[in-house]
């Protein structure tokens, strides 16, 4: 008799032969499970258990494209798309049946969202069909609706592997949902007066949908965004119904399913949400399904609105659908009268009459509900309410508040006298002011908050448009630093000559384009106004200009035209100076060192000639055999020269003794430019691949000459310049285009051509020509064809700087000094200084073992604190950063901070809480324990005299203390939970401190209360995945702003004496652990624990400095830019 | 301070969260945090001072902790004890993800948010029934991806984890499964094959509520 294992055993046994009887299928081996089953007979029933679970989870094969898919349009699947053209970003949805992502149109320059259908598996043929034909159906039906509260839709396409897609406008804001959550949490923003209006707006753009034959069939607040400014759209048509013109139902599109059924007409099914969806959806009754089925939808959103949570469902309960679905069935939801006493009975109606369970009995269509919605609003007669002639009256007076006051005023001055008139309209005026003043700042607010948005998506003109507006008093730090941003001023000027090449000389002033037919132009940079102009003569029957150089003076320009012989002619009056004869072959490329009267040239007889301006000889040569040279260029130091050749060797000599020093490669291909960019730190050659219709661009450290970058563009290259310091390259191609690459992200970030650059052209050129304009920042200029452009726009944030330190070593801290421009950051147990304005590295201290965790600068500057994980505390003095003290505080120090004077630091511990020392105390004169402290906020302060501390010691308190013996002076309580740090303005006029609602509470230290409550507007608690922390808080120089970094990485930006949000934008990853203002400029600094830092800038000439001295740091190595 | 839990009020406020009571999430997560983000800061072996400073290990605790209550199955531990052991072993598994290198990193991905209407696709085959019998086995089968989610946490190999979470709980493509996982997608769709009976077998233990031995044997 055999033992029969235990049940477990058995399963065991069960599991290693079905995941080899499965694996054996999937190899293709028929093999059928019951004889499976019955060929292991003692763990049949655990096979069949197994089995059964493995089916429901297994998937089906991989489906590689669409091919053969049935019912596509042939229309569509005929279509130019241009879904190649795409930049694809981040997935933002997926669902059933498809996706939607990020994409960026690079041709127009603007940011949308596609959705696309999903590719994956398919468990029947025409479930796939089905799929199509709804994706189709919400094209269509968006595309033929056009109005304000439905997303447009851009192209229907179809990608290549046969999926199709469509693109819309990229919404930003907050769906309904998330509106209702604020609302049920007291946000004051989103009162129940403005949700109203949101419906407002739902029903307006269903009413037209309606007007078109559509039905939404899905209307629920999660289909409802509502974005920034307040603009509401209708989402996701997918299921929406669609009337044939002879008032039918659509039948389908798609070809019919193996079952012959199609989608429109098929009974019994469900479409909707439940607790949004009406009762004929419910009941499957599609055939009485029309407008009075949206109107339901909208209804039960108002039912939600008023109640606190949707039809059928207890405020804080989800049952699950099967259950509100039976309850739908059964009869209508809990009546509002019981959930919302205090609703007005008008608006009680309202919502009553749309969710009538017969359709017949509701709102006629959208429209009509919407008419009801703003007669309420209006405090005007509403239909579904009848009302008598006394409540009439009342709301007549209501309306016309202001006429009956004036009445009454009249009234009472007579009764009264003229002494309280003039009173009277003394507080008139005064209330008046007030409301002018209140009107003009939300009128700010409201500009700046248009204007981020249209920055955000790449709208520049319009973003001035709005900053423009901005009244001017009100502007402050966030509008200098948003204006700094818009920066596409295209300057154009149109030439009579077809251009074929442009230089600047070596100050940047002075401009000179050469042309087609040997004329030349030189221009002052700034206006294009035209200084000189002369035509080269004809030489060997060819005068097109091919190059130019001006001398170092800037006296002289040289001209290479297709022939042999290059002239020089003076820049002032356009005088003929001279020619240089020699060359037996055309010049391809000429420059001057820093000598002004040698010039270099390359040609193609195979030799490279160093000339004597002044004399107008030869003075040296090279001469090569085996290729040809194709381009020159001189240092700026004039010590070397590089050359590129026909056979992809790039030779670089010291121009003394002409000794080749390096040799650099383009394997396979013709070096079409090489050039040192303006600092010589950099060479830059570029080459066309012949094999294909690309150029590539290559950056070698001029040092090292370590290849640093690799760069890629379309058509052949015909010159390339580089610009350092902007972080740009452009190649100018044959097509007539320039492309603008960014070297850090080597992306093409813009791609300049005849149209889109606005040039008049009166025929394809194949001539184009391109420079950054020296010393300005990415100022690039391009020729071609008929016109010259100038356009400064690719360094657009340079008001915002992000960087990451390289290497191993993660920023940990950083910290501003208060008054001079430097920047301490601690990376490990390095604290490394940077010169606040240019970024340059300044010093590297390094007095601790362990790493750094806070620093902290004394509010009089004299004085820098450090303190690393095992607790040694480090006193510097912050002007020579010579060591005063040293001290060991114990490990697990949270929080420093010091006074000005009377030598006091306060620090908080993770086991000890908070201790206080002065002067030299070994030890802390007194101390709070951590059972006083709350536990979630942290950094304790003191004021500058040293006289006293604030540090949290409640869940909602914050106390005062006397520095000297911890005697508690004064509580300040707040409205909430406390939650991460604690400021202490400049001023010592106010405290600040985060709060779990999603709050700051500011402290008057005057009044002794709270001053105001700033709320983190556009950031629901749906972006947070838990209480939302403030991990750094600052306020600026005149306690006018107050600044605040989120634990997401959320960056935060209020005015105080208003309370009002102006800036809330994702600035880091994580958490922001250390947030500066410079007091004098207005810069924000921000750090995160991951090595990221980035400045927030709004001097444009300080934003111009640090640029380049961050691009020294990053060619340093020391840091790196993140996009 | 918080008042230490008893087994009752775990179970009760789990009962209640499969019942639709929403509070009863945050009170869970208020009672069953601390002593995670201890375990993780002083129990696994990650560099105690980047645990401690390092937020993000922290967050993603928590976000662990939250996910792994809104996509458990609708089953109730013994006790406090045992649902706690249950949340260190996800935390753990979620933490030994976090750090490994970024392109092996696993992102669950939130389905929906495109709708969750009552047409669903995927239960086309039932298309023709009644609305309650289309509403029942779609959540059948949110069920059934439930279970699987929580049954990978006790596969050892980490390979089979993220081969189960891309294919049976996210139901991403084979060409996606493929390429997060370095193998073909046939490949990937052989070894899921030989992952699925066991997957089904730790479902098996854990409807029958065998959380413990689990715990235990893949712990």
Known sequence: ?1123 | MTTPQTHDETIDLLQRWHGGDRAALGELLERHLPKLREFVRTRLDLDARHVRRDQDSLDLTQHAAVRVLEYMPRFVPRDGQQFQALLRRIVTNALINEVRAPKHRLREQRNGGYGDSMLDLRSSPHSSMQPERAIAAREQADETRAWARMALEFLDDECDRQLVLLAAVDERPWNEIGEATEMTPDAARMRFKRVMPKLANRIRMLREGRIDELLEQFG
Not at chain 1, 1033 to 1040: H, K, P
Request: net charge negative; proline share 5%.
């Open chain 1, 1 to 1123: 008799m055999s033992f029969l294992p235990d049940r477990d055993s058995r399963f065991a046994q069960a599991e290693a032969a079905l995941a080899d009887y499965l694996a054996r299928r999937e190899g293709g081996e028929p093999l059928e499970f019951e004889r499976f089953c019955a060929e292991h007979d003692e763990i049949a029933a655990e096979l069949q258990l197994l089995f059964r679970t493995c089916e429901s989870l297994d998937r089906p094969p991989h489906q590689d494209s669409f091919a053969g898919l049935v019912g596509l349009p042939e229309s569509l699947a005929r279509a130019h798309n241009r879904f190649a053209d795409y930049q694809v970003g981040e997935r933002i949805a997926r669902g059933g049946m498809g996706e939607i992502v990020a994409v960026h149109d690079p041709v127009l320059r603007r940011d949308m969202v596609m959705k696309i259908v999903r590719g994956d598996d398919w468990r029947a043929c025409d479930e796939r069909a089905r799929r199509v034909e709804r994706f189709l159906r919400e094209a269509r039906t968006t595309g033929q609706l056009d109005h304000p509260g439905i997303v447009p839709v851009h192209e229907l396409g179809v990608h290549s592997d046969g999926r199709p897609y469509f693109t819309m406008k990229r919404v930003r804001g907050q769906t309904l949902a998330d509106l209702f959550a604020q609302h049920r949490k007291g946000d004051i923003d989103w009162s129940q007066a403005r949700l109203l209006i949101v419906l407002q707006r739902v029903c307006e753009a269903t009413a037209y949908a309606h007007s078109r034959g559509a039905i939404h069939r899905d209307l629920k607040p999660a289909n409802v965004m509502v974005g920034d400014f307040g603009e509401v759209y209708v989402m996701d048509w997918g299921l929406s119904k669609l009337r044939d013109d002879a008032g039918q139902p659509e039948t389908s599109s798609v070809g019919a399913s193996s079952s012959g059924d199609s989608l429109a007409t098929m009974e019994g099914e469900v479409i909707g949400t439940p607790c949004y969806m009406s009762p004929e959806q419910a009941a499957g009754a599609q055939n009485h399904v029309g407008p009075a089925t949206d109107v339901y939808a909208i209804g039960a959103m108002l039912y939600e609105l008023i109640c606190g949570s949707p039809p059928y469902c207890v405020e804080g309960r989800a049952p699950p659908p099967h259950a509100v679905l039976a309850r739908l069935l059964r009869g209508p939801p809990a009546p509002l009268e019981h959930c919302a006493p205090r609703t007005p009975a008008e608006l009680l109606a309202i919502c009553d009459k749309a969710m009538r369970r017969d359709p017949r009995q509701r709102f006629v269509d959208a429209r009509d509900l919407a008419s009801d919605l703003a007669a309420f609003a209006e405090d005007r007669v509403v239909r579904a309410h009848r009302t008598g002639p006394i409540v009439e009256l009342r709301k007549w007076i209501r309306r016309n508040r202001a006429l009956t006051a004036s009445a009454a005023m009249a009234l009472l001055a007579v009764l009264v006298g003229s002494v309280w008139i003039a009173r009277a309209n003394r507080d008139l005026a005064g209330a008046l002011q007030s409301q002018v003043e209140t009107a003009r700042f939300g009128a700010y607010r409201s500009n700046l908050l248009l204007a981020q948005a249209e920055l955000e998506a790449g709208n520049d003109e319009r973003a001035a448009y709005w900053l423009g507006e901005c009244p001017e008093r009100e502007r402050g730090w966030e509008w200098r630093h948003l204006a700094l941003r818009p920066l596409s001023n295209d300057r154009r000027v149109a030439l009579s000559m077809e251009a074929s090449a442009l230089a600047f000389d070596r100050g940047g002033t002075r401009l000179a384009v050469g042309g087609r037919e040997g004329d030349v132009l030189v221009l002052r940079s700034s206006d294009f106004d035209v200084l000189s102009a002369f035509r080269v003569p004809p030489t060997d029957n060819v005068d097109w200009v091919a190059d130019l150089a001006f001398d170092p003076t800037g006296g002289i320009l040289a001209v290479a035209t297709k022939g042999a012989i290059p002239t020089l002619w003076r820049v002032d009056d356009g005088g003929y100076v001279g020619a240089l004869v020699g060359h037996r072959s055309e010049v391809v490329d000429l420059s001057f060192g820093l000598d002004p009267d040698v010039l270099y040239t390359a040609a193609a007889d195979g030799s490279i000639r160093a000339w004597s301006v002044s004399q107008q000889r030869e003075l040296s040569r090279l001469d090569f055999d085996a290729a040809l040279p194709t381009s020159l260029a001189i240092d700026p130091a004039g010590e070397r020269m590089l050359a590129g050749f026909s056979d992809g060797a790039i030779l670089e000599w010291e121009l003394g003794s002409w000794c080749v020093t390096t040799r650099l490669e383009f394997p396979g291909e013709s070096v079409a430019q090489v050039r040192y960019d303006p600092k010589g730190q950099l060479l830059m050659a570029s080459s066309n691949q012949p094999s294909a219709d690309r150029g590539i661009t290559r950056l070698w450290m001029a040092r090292t000459h370590e290849l640093w970058k690799e760069l890629r563009s379309d058509g052949v290259v015909l010159g390339s310049q580089v610009d350092v310091d902007a972080g740009l390259v452009c190649v100018a191609s044959s097509s007539g285009d320039v492309a603008v690459l960014s070297i850090d992200s080597e992306d093409a970030i813009d791609q300049i051509g005849l149209v889109a650059s606005g040039l008049r052209h009166r025929k394809p050129t194949a001539f184009c020509a391109a420079d950054f304009a020296p010393a300005a920042l990415g100022d690039l200029h391009m020729t071609s064809g008929h016109g010259l452009l100038a356009r400064s726009g690719f360094t657009r944030r340079t008001s915002d700087f992000h960087f990451e330190s390289s290497g191993n070593d993660r920023m940990q801290f950083s910290r501003r000094h208060p008054s001079e421009p430097r920047l301490a950051i601690a990376t490990d147990s390095t604290i490394t200084l940077l010169d606040s304005r240019t970024g340059r590295h300044v010093a590297t201290l390094e007095q601790h073992e362990e790493t750094v965790n806070c620093v902290a600068f004394t509010r009089d500057g004299r004085r820098m604190l450090s303190v690393d994980d095992n607790g040694r505390l480090v006193e510097w003095d912050a002007r020579d950063y010579r060591v005063l003290r040293k001290r060991e505080l114990g490990a697990s120090v949270l929080a420093v901070c010091g006074s000005d004077a009377s030598d006091v630091i306060v620090f908080q511990r993770e086991d000890l809480g908070i201790g206080v020392l002065i002067g030299d105390d070994p030890a802390p004169r007194w101390t709070l324990a951590p059972s006083e402290l709350p536990g979630e906020v942290f950094k304790p302060l003191v004021t500058r005299d040293g006289r006293r501390v604030f540090a949290a010691t409640g869940e909602r308190t914050v106390t005062e203390f006397d520095a000297r013996d911890g005697r508690p002076l004064r509580t300040l309580l707040a409205p909430t939970r406390l939650i991460g740090v604690l400021a202490l303005s400049p001023d010592e006029q106010f405290v600040a401190a985060g709060c779990d609602d999603f709050s700051v509470v500011v402290w008057s230290l005057v009044r002794g209360n709270v001053e105001r409550r700033l709320l983190f507007g556009a950031y629901s608690s749906t972006e947070f995945l838990q209480t939302p922390v403030v991990t750094s808080l600052e306020f600026d120089a005149t306690s006018s702003r107050l600044f605040a970094g989120l634990g997401i990485g959320v960056f935060c930006a209020w005015d105080l004496p208003r309370g009002e949000l102006l800036l809330c934008a994702p600035a880091l990853r994580g958490w922001i652990t250390g947030l500066d203002v410079d007091p004098v400029g207005g810069r924000v600094w921000l750090t995160n624990h991951r090595g990221e830092l980035r400045v927030l800038e709004s001097d444009p000439r300080v934003a111009a400095e640090f640029a380049r001295g961050m691009r020294m740091e990053i060619l340093a190595g020391r840091w790196r830019k993140r996009e």
